[in-house]
């Protein structure tokens, strides 16, 4: 099993910054993806960046330049640094562990969930 367990979330200005954290416990494979997910009320829940255990990232194009993911591979813990926070960027984030499984697939294990809310 994998467990994650989200922090830092919380309410913060248009223009200001967040830094969320997410540690990583559990049955672990070196081959995988650590990432962040959000869900706004009545809208899907959305990929916003992703970071692979080599390095590479992804990002969602609307937090381009905005959000940056790191991790952490010694503490299993990934990062997202979020700055010139908007309105829009409210929402649930969900941390994301995904790992291959068999040939083609993948498991997605999440965590609880952490509120972000930006005032405008």
């Known amino acids: 099993q994998v467990q994650l367990v989200e922090s830092g979330g919380g309410l913060v200005q248009a223009g200001g910054s967040l830094r969320l954290s997410c540690a990583v416990s559990g049955s672990l494979f070196s081959d995988n993806g650590m990432g962040w997910y959000r869900q706004a009320p009545g809208k899907q829940r959305e990929l916003v960046a992703r970071i692979f255990s080599g390095g590479s990232t992804e990002y969602t194009g609307s937090v381009k330049g905005r959000f940056t993911i790191s991790r952490d591979n010694a503490k299993n813990t990934v990062y997202l640094q979020m700055n010139s926070l908007k309105p829009e960027d409210t929402a649930v984030y969900y941390c994301?562990?995904?790992?291959?499984?068999?040939?083609?697939?993948?498991?997605?294990?999440w965590g609880q969930g952490t509120q972000v809310t930006v005032s405008s």
């Open positions: 994301n562990y995904r790992r291959k499984y068999g040939l083609n697939g993948y498991l997605d294990y």
